[in-house]
């Protein structure tokens, strides 16, 4: 039986994840579904599909997360922090 883990998002990450990083339909769903509360944007989700969001986010990040002088951008910073949450040791 695969492990199931609990992620919490913002407002900032959550969107950047639904509008800037190319998930999946089923993914992608899952995310824009979460439910909001005090701590944020709360889903729970397989191990594998944590880690497939944990790549996706990786590749986004190489894409648009650094400018021209190599400095993480604000969204490079949400990235970061997402490629962490969605970790899965």
């Known amino acids: 039986m695969t492990q199931r883990v609990l992620v919490r998002l913002t407002e900032d990450e959550r969107e950047l994840l639904l509008t800037q990083v190319e998930l999946p339909p089923r993914l992608h769903s899952m995310v824009a579904s979460a439910q909001e509360g005090v701590r944020g944007w709360g889903f729970t989700l397989s191990e594998e599909d944590a880690t497939d969001i944990r790549d996706r986010c990786g590749d ?19 990235l970061e922090s997402m490629i962490d949450k969605f970790f899965v040791p």
């Open 60 to 78: 986004t990040l190489a894409a648009i997360g650094f400018d021209e002088h190599s400095s993480p951008t604000k969204a490079g910073l949400l």
